[in-house]
DNA sequence: GCGGACTGCTTACCT
DNA sequence: ACAGGTAAGCAGTCCGCG
């Protein structure tokens, strides 16, 4: 029997179905537990720190990390929201000060009164005063009118608000942003709360870190001071539930007719909760115990989502994974659905997000999906973002294993299924003493953006906040992007890429061959550290005074203030000097406990985040202070500084063999002569060349970023080879690394005829596999992702895009995203999604054998050895071997 | 009608 | 919803070809 007809026999029996009366009020329920509650959570804070609270002689003991701040459109604040480590729960502190939502104009008040928008909204016009700004395009003072209005709906947000009637300045901005900043409020920092007001708590800072205090700029000592605040632990519950669907049906929130049967829950103080409706009528118990969960069986949805919101409301913190888009819609649907009362009061439902009333809800399938976060934080070691491929990249466990669909499961198995869904959400901001709360908590605070929103939101937005926050600081009218654009300068040369806004690096030619003991130098963080010591910021480039039009970017007619200090290069330059000369030796320091030594690497880990992102979002139209000359002008810096270390190295006769952007491949260079080089370009540029690693040897091709080398300590490092990407078959994967491993061993003449013989072996043998069909689908596939929605692909039709449609026929849904598993195979399409593929017979492995080839010559090439069809050849095999061993 | 030369599109990589 | 530079495979087009 299925799942199916104990679904309809429910939906008859259950008398919610059609009424919902519920006795239950889950707000007291809520309130008594976490009373219950509170005498067990103990403050985190180090003893240290609590000290120095006494120091200051405040009398209230309870300190609280500002996390967030909101709108309350009810009561027409703004609010911030703390979280009390002492309670584990979050306060929300409505403003008492009076602040009020604005704006500002270039018009006079007198003209602004008797403008004809402003008078249709005077009764939502509080006052309008004038300021002296400091104007950082024209830098000249002016005179603005601040436009102070009752409701921020009046600045934006509607079709007829101001901003979108005249001319505004920072109207842009979201109303609780201003609030935080206008009163020097930072997330992420404590404060203790005085006759209703958040008093900053200056924490004494660990020994260690007070050791670099003296040698730091006031700024760069802020920053040392705020970074290294610990974090407390965040009491926090992860939720998943499942629908149960009929086959072939994806549960949607827009349409919930099927019921919640499993919510799970996993709590960061070791709850352990599965609230199972038993559709089935398979138990006579209340609880059971399944993989150490504590399993709540209910007979009754209503009491099961009841129940659930009950649980979670203990947990300021609730975690979910794709909870934005899935599983809070589809609890706020299907509670309305069943009649389930006051379900705002718990959830709000905004466009691209749910909110709870009792904290912070972080849906995790956003933060990671985050390109700063997947590449930089995590060093792109999933690809594909879902739960499973998330957890088993970063906790080394996956999800269960599942058949399609539910009635094809037992009911242990479906359990043990969903349990694993809470648990690996939970573990996935647990795992390395919670590094992925740190690491939001730390990115909040260097952005000075709220917890939502830092986890919602792309790098270009957590710059632009900091930036903000940094003119307001300077007493800087905020420019519009249009004010950037209509500063004078233009580009200076051709993109080499077609369809590119400006020129970018300089990739050397490399010398094809086997090269013996390869030095690679590279500039470190060669684009910030220009924008650093060159001064490169939007108003720094092509600044308005005569004095700086001298200096010159090379080859340009791009100048650059010699006058005042850009806002984005200072950013830039302290974040990079804390990084550098504070926390990455901290993280380091073998003398510091190791707990510790792993928050400063993550706070490292974090400034490396923006440092790495600050040049990309100056060249990006999308990130509010875009001004191409600015990004123009890194890049060409960029190229003029490589050029010279070039003609350098030349003039002292070191052998250049290939370099990309920021590095250069020095072969079997004399130590003295190098050492000249790296000072020479610091003496003359300010800018850092280091040695990055030495290969035993590295082997080029004439493709550029395509390479692989054996270092010093004997790894093998694979760049950009056709046999490392995702889209090669794992067939063909193997043999291009089995060969490598071959040739990660030679050591003299000898070995490299024993290894040619075997390699061609290999090859021989992976040929007559395919031809035979040997080798099974799945070692077959070729993995593309299709990046946009089918439809979409309107200038050609790719063949994973001919597969994907394939499988939309068979009710597949497809999105940006997905991964297409395709075959070659010999039907008239040439491919078919893997899953459609009866049986080896139809695989094309003609197909097969070129893409073998293709991906082997390219590490083949060098040696030369040349692979045809069928046969393997050592072109002028004399030769080669002299080529090989030349040094 | 068919194939080679070419361009453009798409994906995945490097820095 | 951070940049440009590069390789590779394929789609689509044009042109020549008694």
Known sequence: MTLDKYFKLYEKEDPHYQEVEVDINIEAISKARSNDERDNQRVTI?????????????????????ISAGYDANEMKPYLIFYDPNRDNVVKLLDDTGHKPYAYSKLSPNQLRSNDVITRYSNKIIDIVEEVKHDPITDSEVKVSKIIVTDPLVIGGKKDSLREKIDLWEADIKYYVNYLFDQGLQIGDYYVIKDGKPIKVNLNPPQEVEKFAEKLSSEEREWLYRLSQPVINLKRVALDIEVYNPRGVMPQPEDPRHPIFIISLRGSDGLKKVLFLDLRREYKEDIIEVDGYEVEIFRNEVNLIQRAIEIVKNYPILLTFNGDTFDLPYIIARAKFLKVPNIEDSFHKGRNEVSITWGIHIDLYKFFKNASIKNYAFSGAYDIVSLDTIAKALIGKGKVETPEHFDDMNTIDIIKYALTDADITYELTAFNNDLVMRLIVI???????????VTRLAVSNWIRNRLIYLHRRRNYLIPRPEDIHKKTGTRHFQPVTKGKKYVGALVIDPKPGIHFNVVVVDFASLYPSIMKEYNISYETVNCPHEQCKTNLVPNTS????????????????????IRVNVFKKLSKDKSIEQSKREFYNVIQGALKVFINAIYGVTGSETFQFYYLPSAEAVTIYGRYIIEQAIKKAEKLNLKIIYGDTDSLFIKNPEQKLLEKLMEDIYNTYRLKLEVDKIYKYVVLSSRKKNYFGVTKEGSLDIKGLQGKKSNTPPYIKTIFYDILKKLKNIENKDDFNVVRKEIIDIIKNAEKKLINREVPLDELVISVTISKPLEQYTKTTPQHVKAAKLLVKQGRKIYPGSVIKIVKTRNSLGVKPVELVKSVSEVDAEKYIDLLHSTLEQILEAMNIEVERGRVVVVDSKKSLDKFFKL
Request: proline letters at 0%; a negative charge.
């Open 46 to 66: 180090d003893e240290t720190d609590v000290t120095s609270i006494a120091d200051k002689n405040i009398d209230n003991n309870n300190v609280l990390m500002l």
């Open 443 to 453: 990115i909040a605070r260097i952005s000075n953006m709220t917890i939502d929103d």
């Open 558 to 577: 791009t100048w650059i203030c010699r006058l005042k200090k850009g806002i984005i290069s200072e950013f830039v330059g302290i974040i990079r000097d």
